[in-house]
């Protein structure tokens, strides 16, 4: 079948959409005639792959310069084949250039029950002469015209303001980029984005995509005055060249996009069920995310063996499962001027080791973590002062240090020896269960003088940087399968699929407000499911009394993901411990939902300019939920309309009770009732009321 190939062997999109019923519903392609000389033919066709060369104007996928300096790519059918790739049904149709011994192959993976496409395209040079690529986009996606025009919606921020919805009423004339250039994911923009018609939380259709790199990343939205969109998404382009030897191929990362007529929560469930069961290493995808607990609010660098026993024994009294000693415990380590490089443990700080505190962890029945930054370095440290080279730099530029930190050069393999070497003998000599894999600055000087010396380009770093990272994570995986991961880049600055196929969850924000996460948290919800999600009760914030928001409150926010406890547990009160314990207990009771459910976010507080929110999570086959509910102020004591929920079973009655506060008496209703009238919700008048309701189908 070749139905998508032209008669001049160029391959065109044909539908995206809702599924169709038959494959005749689709045309044969053609190419469009030409409109004018300033709208031709090949500029006007909504090309797979379009490369730049020839008369394209539009969206472009890829450029290329061969040996000769032709900086023009002729990209044609060569072949497709149907199969299997990890699982997933795969299309992989390859591209040859008319001329030069270029091959793209484009890959098509399908998760069906998902309704989600992941592309990628492999270029391989099978030539003796060297081609240059300087841009090597995952896809472009075409969206069928429309007269109604699309929105816009995205996810920006900054370090503690991280994932924040953020919607263009309507995507006109243009180009919209999406990008970040700071060699990490980042902070200040997501890369996702979705499409919609009129759509709202619950009903309308929308394309979405996201896409699955650590690194630099561009995202661009091209629409033109017909109506037409193109996506197009990959490795930036900003500061990037890729030698192609002869006989060797580059892939790009994927780009994962699907549509749904079910709103925005339908974009939800989606891709949290491809995080699930496609993304996530499924050893540890199978387990309940434990409740942790982290030092370093408590103890910043002032760690001692003493100290973080003390802290180990109170969290074991709540119910925490895993004790994570954060920064602080290496050599030089009293202040973050000086030891990032030098992981060992620290003599002085721990004069036996690690073990006597790891047993105790073990003993009070937790599991062990430990902080670590490997890709940093400070200027005061054994690594820095006997290895100045493995640092990006330019031999006549400054090196510039933020938080005090320089970027290792993870892409030389003597680094990512060195590095793997060390963590891996910190992992084998400590019975240690979690990492906590941080990255506190972005990579600046990126020059690499021995590689340029050699004949490379140095702008592959921005690229040989994440795969570097990503080759670690991988041997330490295949080394340690047991082991636990967090990705954390100065909060959720590396929140990324690339990271999760690596990593078991992500540090969502440093900011642990409750005010704050639920904007995080509905911005992020829209990528990953609740296990992946970290989330934290602290002391925060620090400028009013601790207990102002209430502990109920705290909970509650951190509840909806994998939760968390960083306050200082010494000076928690009797009465602030115990309710921590119930809730620890109570998370526990419903964490197979709040991780693994189906997520419906019913109230926005980006909608209610953070006043009002409400989020449930539904088991897959309708049995039962939990919902979370918040209302921060209510200065006029007014009640709440009732709240509609979604995805329980009409005919099925469900018991609801409210956990937390055995006052309020249980209540039955059909779903029917819960998804069509509505429920009241039971939340007091005064400021920062929450609840927490459990809906389980009767038997």
Same mark, same amino acid.
């Given at each position: 079948?070749?139905?998508?190939?032209?008669?001049?062997?160029?391959?065109?999109?044909?539908? =995206?959409?809702?599924?169709?019923?038959?494959?005749?519903?689709?045309?044969?392609?053609? $190419?469009?005639?030409?409109?004018?000389?300033?709208?031709?033919?090949? #500029?006007?066709?909504?090309?797979?792959?379009? +490369?730049?060369?020839?008369?394209?104007?539009?969206?472009?996928? #890829?450029?290329?310069?061969?040996?000769?300096?032709?900086?023009?790519?002729?990209?044609?059918?060569?072949?497709?084949?149907?199969?299997?790739?990890?699982?997933?049904?795969?299309?992989?149709?390859?591209?040859?250039?008319?001329? /030069?011994?270029?091959?793209?192959?484009?890959?098509?993976?399908?998760?069906?029950?998902?309704?989600?496409?992941?592309?990628?395209?492999?270029?391989?040079?099978? @030539?003796?002469?060297?081609?240059?690529?300087?841009?090597?986009?995952?896809?472009?996606?075409?969206?069928?015209?429309?007269?109604?025009?699309?929105?816009?919606?995205?996810?920006?921020?900054? =370090?503690?303001?991280?994932?924040?919805?953020?919607?263009?009423?309507?995507?006109?004339?243009?180009?919209?980029?999406?990008?970040?250039?700071?060699?990490?994911?980042?902070?200040?923009?997501?890369?996702?984005?979705?499409?919609?018609?009129?759509?709202?939380?619950?009903?309308?259709?929308? /394309?979405?995509?996201?896409?699955?790199?650590? %690194?630099?990343?561009?995202?661009?939205?091209?629409?033109?005055?017909?109506?037409?969109?193109?996506? %197009?998404?990959?490795?930036?382009?900003?500061?990037?060249?890729?030698?192609?030897?002869?006989?060797?191929?580059?892939?790009?990362?994927?780009?994962?996009?699907?549509?749904? &007529?079910?709103?925005?929560?339908?974009?939800?469930?989606?891709?949290?069920?491809?995080?699930?069961?496609?993304?996530?290493?499924?050893?540890?995808?199978?387990?309940?995310?434990?409740?942790?607990?982290?030092?370093?609010?408590?103890?910043?660098?002032?760690?001692?063996?003493?100290?973080?026993?003390?802290?180990?024994?109170?969290?074991?009294?709540?119910?925490?499962?895993?004790?994570?000693?954060?920064?602080? =415990?290496?050599?030089?380590?009293?202040?973050?001027? #000086?030891?990032?490089?030098?992981?060992?443990?620290?003599?002085?700080?721990?004069?036996?080791?690690?073990?006597?505190?790891?047993?105790?962890?073990?003993?009070?029945?937790?599991?062990?973590?430990?902080?670590?930054?490997?890709? $940093?370095?400070?200027?005061?440290?054994?690594?820095?002062?006997?290895?100045?080279?493995?640092?990006?730099?330019?031999?006549?530029?400054?090196?510039?240090?933020?938080?005090?930190?320089?970027?290792?050069?993870?892409?030389?393999?003597?680094?990512?020896?060195?590095?793997?070497?060390?963590?891996?003998?910190?992992?084998?000599?400590? #019975?240690?269960?979690?990492?906590?894999?941080?990255?506190?600055?972005?990579?600046?000087?990126? @020059?690499?003088?021995?590689?340029?010396?050699?004949?490379?380009?140095?702008?592959?770093?921005?690229?040989?940087?994440?795969?570097?990272?990503?080759?670690? &994570?991988?041997?330490?995986?295949?080394?340690?399968?047991?082991?636990?991961?967090?990705?954390?880049?100065? @909060?959720?600055?590396?929140?990324?699929?690339?990271?999760?196929?690596?990593?078991?969850?992500?540090?969502?924000?440093?900011?642990?407000?409750?005010?704050?996460?639920?904007?995080?948290?509905?911005?992020?919800?829209?990528?990953?499911?609740?296990?992946?999600?970290?989330?934290?009760?602290?002391?925060?914030?620090?400028?009013? $009394?601790?207990?102002?928001?209430?502990?109920? /409150?705290?909970?509650?926010?951190?509840?909806?993901? +994998?939760?968390?406890?960083?306050?200082?547990?010494?000076?928690?009160?009797?009465?602030?411990?115990?309710?921590?314990?119930? =809730?620890?207990?109570?998370?526990?009771?419903?964490?197979?939902?709040?991780?693994?459910?189906?997520?419906?976010?019913?109230?926005?507080?980006?909608?209610?300019?953070?006043?009002?929110?409400?989020?449930?999570?539904?088991?897959?086959?309708?049995?039962?939920?939990?919902?979370?509910?918040?209302?921060?102020?209510?200065?006029?004591?007014?009640?709440?309309?009732?709240?509609?929920?979604?995805?329980?079973?009409?005919?099925?009655?469900?018991?609801?009770?409210?956990?937390?506060?055995?006052?309020?008496?249980?209540?039955?209703?059909?779903?029917?009732?819960?998804?069509?009238?509505?429920?009241?919700?039971?939340?007091?008048?005064?400021?920062?009321?929450?609840?927490?309701?459990?809906?389980?189908?009767?038997?």
């Amino acid at each position: 079948m070749r139905a998508g190939v032209t008669e001049e062997e160029y391959v065109l999109n044909l539908y =995206w959409g809702a599924r169709l019923a038959f494959f005749s519903d689709i045309s044969a392609a053609s $190419m469009p005639p030409d409109r004018s000389s300033q709208d031709v033919s090949l #500029a006007l066709a909504p090309e797979e792959y379009p +490369a730049f060369g020839g008369l394209r104007f539009g969206e472009l996928a #890829a450029k290329i310069t061969f040996a000769d300096q032709t900086r023009d790519a002729d990209l044609r059918f060569h072949d497709a084949e149907i199969g299997e790739q990890d699982g997933l049904p795969a299309l992989r149709i390859l591209l040859q250039d008319a001329v /030069y011994p270029l091959q793209v192959a484009l890959l098509y993976q399908v998760d069906v029950a998902n309704d989600v496409i992941i592309r990628s395209a492999c270029f391989t040079n099978q @030539g003796a002469d060297p081609i240059v690529l300087e841009r090597v986009f995952s896809a472009v996606w075409h969206l069928p015209r429309q007269v109604v025009p699309r929105r816009l919606t995205t996810l920006g921020g900054h =370090w503690a303001g991280e994932s924040r919805l953020q919607q263009q009423q309507q995507v006109v004339t243009g180009t919209t980029l999406l990008e970040s250039r700071k060699g990490v994911t980042g902070s200040h923009a997501y890369p996702w984005f979705a499409l919609d018609t009129q759509a709202n939380e619950q009903q309308g259709e929308v /394309y979405f995509g996201t896409l699955a790199w650590s %690194g630099n990343w561009a995202l661009r939205i091209a629409t033109t005055i017909t109506g037409a969109t193109a996506i %197009g998404g990959g490795i930036h382009e900003h500061d990037f060249a890729w030698t192609l030897a002869a006989q060797t191929s580059f892939t790009t990362p994927d780009f994962v996009a699907g549509f749904t &007529l079910d709103g925005m929560n339908g974009v939800r469930r989606r891709l949290h069920r491809y995080v699930r069961e496609q993304v996530l290493p499924q050893k540890q995808a199978s387990q309940p995310r434990p409740v942790l607990y982290n030092s370093w609010e408590a103890t910043t660098f002032d760690v001692t063996e003493e100290g973080q026993r003390l802290l180990a024994e109170r969290a074991a009294g709540l119910g925490v499962e895993l004790f994570v000693v954060d920064d602080g =415990w290496f050599p030089g380590r009293v202040h973050d001027r #000086a030891g990032l490089g030098d992981w060992r443990v620290d003599p002085q700080k721990f004069p036996h080791g690690l073990r006597p505190l790891i047993e105790r962890v073990k003993a009070l029945g937790m599991q062990f973590g430990l902080w670590v930054e490997p890709e $940093m370095v400070n200027a005061d440290s054994d690594l820095y002062r006997l290895h100045p080279d493995w640092i990006y730099h330019f031999p006549q530029r400054p090196r510039s240090e933020a938080r005090n930190q320089l970027v290792l050069n993870v892409g030389r393999q003597d680094v990512q020896a060195y590095l793997l070497t060390v963590l891996d003998q910190l992992l084998t000599e400590n #019975a240690i269960d979690f990492i906590k894999w941080d990255m506190n600055r972005p990579l600046a000087e990126p @020059g690499w003088p021995e590689y340029v010396a050699q004949g490379g380009d140095a702008r592959e770093i921005w690229v040989r940087h994440t795969q570097g990272v990503y080759t670690i &994570l991988d041997a330490l995986r295949a080394r340690h399968p047991e082991l636990s991961i967090e990705s954390c880049s100065s @909060g959720g600055g590396r929140a990324d699929l690339g990271v999760l196929r690596r990593t078991d969850q992500v540090w969502t924000s440093d900011n642990t407000h409750p005010d704050a996460r639920l904007f995080i948290q509905e911005g992020i919800s829209h990528i990953l499911p609740g296990r992946v999600m970290g989330a934290w009760v602290t002391d925060m914030p620090h400028d009013r $009394m601790v207990n102002e928001i209430p502990v109920q /409150y705290r909970f509650h926010v951190a509840m909806m993901g +994998a939760l968390g406890i960083g306050g200082h547990l010494l000076h928690w009160s009797d009465e602030d411990l115990a309710e921590a314990t119930r =809730w620890i207990a109570v998370y526990k009771s419903i964490r197979h939902l709040v991780q693994d459910g189906d997520q419906y976010w019913l109230l926005s507080p980006t909608a209610s300019k953070g006043d009002l929110a409400a989020v449930t999570s539904v088991a897959p086959d309708g049995s039962e939920a939990v919902l979370f509910a918040f209302r921060r102020s209510n200065p006029f004591w007014e009640p709440l309309p009732f709240l509609r929920l979604q995805g329980l079973q009409p005919a099925t009655q469900y018991r609801v009770r409210e956990l937390g506060n055995a006052s309020v008496p249980e209540i039955i209703l059909s779903g029917a009732a819960l998804m069509g009238r509505g429920l009241e919700l039971p939340l007091r008048h005064g400021s920062y009321a929450s609840c927490l309701l459990h809906i389980r189908a009767e038997a």
